[in-house]
Structure formats: structure tokens, C-alpha cells
């Protein structure tokens, strides 16, 4: 399954807002920031270097993995559905980072309306890019048989 990497990209404006409620995190070697499942914590932004976003079945079997671009918000979806994590996220080594606790998150969600809408948007970019995927996926084996049907004929 393919997610668009940049649909986690925030804007300039909202980074900036979210970096007066940010510490920095730098990786001198790969870390795990989160595994799918985790209760949320809080949020990373990716400033540079790569991190790489993976999704596991409940066989265990890896059913998406993606690079995360420079200005992606992590972990979002998990903070405002204050649900677990849906992605594990390993950031490698040299990677720098921001972590916002979800105290300070919820802070700026509940008091500042144009950073929260900018966050919504960013939450809407990631749920129209699994939609995207979700179709691929399953418009792929239609396109097979069709084109094995289409052969058996000529």
C-alpha cells in the first residue's frame, strides 16, 4: 500500500506555531519514537533527516511502510482521536526532531483557531492519502484479471 509521504507535511505557519511548544530531539542513532498501538503521547515533527513510517498487520506482517518528508507531523491522528497509535514510527540516525506533549499540543488545539484548522488540514491530507491508497489497493487485482481476461482472448 502506497501513502503520498508528503500528505503529512505541515505548512510553514503551523510549524512555526508548533515549535514555540516544542523541545528538540536529535538521534545520534536510529530510535523508535512510537510503535502502532502506543497510547499518544504527543506529537514529532521531522525538521531533516528520515524517518520511516510502517504498518503492521495483526498476523504481524508489514502492510505499509513510507519515508516521512522534512515538516511531517507525527503521529497526529493518534493525538486528536486520542487513540493509539495507527503507524510506528523509527526515526534514523542523524534525524532531527521537535516533540510537543500532548499537554502542550492540546494547549494549542484549544486555544489558538487558525493553528488548529491548519491542523485539521494536515489530519485531512492523511485521511484522503489512505483513501487514495485503500482504492489502489483494491482496484489493482480488477485491473489484473481484466488484463488476464483481455489476453486469453487475443
Known amino acids: 500500500m502506497n501513502l503520498d509521504p508528503s500528505a503529512f507535511v505541515a505548512d510553514p505557519a503551523l510549524l512555526d506555531g508548533l515549535e514555540s511548544k516544542a523541545t528538540p530531539l536529535a538521534c545520534s542513532e536510529p530510535r523508535l519514537l512510537f510503535r502502532q498501538g502506543d497510547d499518544p503521547s504527543g506529537l514529532y515533527i521531522l525538521k531533516s533527516?528520515?524517518?520511516?513510517?510502517?504498518?503492521?498487520?495483526?498476523?504481524?506482517?508489514?502492510?505499509?511502510?513510507?519515508?516521512?518528508?522534512?515538516?511531517?507531523?507525527?503521529?497526529?491522528?493518534?493525538?486528536?482521536?486520542?487513540?493509539?497509535?495507527?503507524?510506528?514510527?523509527?526515526?534514523?540516525?542523524?534525524?532531527?526532531?521537535?516533540?510537543?506533549?500532548?499537554?502542550?499540543?492540546?494547549?494549542?488545539?484549544?486555544?489558538?483557531?487558525?493553528?488548529?484548522?491548519?491542523?485539521?488540514?494536515?489530519?485531512?491530507?492523511?485521511?484522503?492519502?489512505?483513501?487514495?491508497?485503500?482504492?489502489?489497493?483494491?482496484?489493482a487485482p480488477a485491473a489484473r484479471q481484466h488484463q488476464l481476461t483481455h489476453a486469453r482472448r487475443t
Open 49 to 139: 533527516g528520515r524517518v520511516t513510517l510502517s504498518m503492521a498487520s495483526s498476523a504481524g506482517a508489514e502492510v505499509l511502510s513510507v519515508e516521512a518528508c522534512a515538516g511531517s507531523l507525527l503521529g497526529l491522528p493518534g493525538l486528536i482521536g486520542d487513540q493509539p497509535y495507527t503507524l510506528t514510527a523509527m526515526a534514523h540516525a542523524g534525524a532531527q526532531l521537535s516533540f510537543i506533549p500532548r499537554e502542550a499540543f492540546n494547549g494549542v488545539i484549544s486555544t489558538e483557531p487558525l493553528l488548529a484548522f491548519k491542523i485539521l488540514q494536515v489530519l485531512s491530507a492523511e485521511v484522503r492519502s489512505a483513501r487514495n491508497a485503500v482504492l489502489e489497493q483494491l482496484a
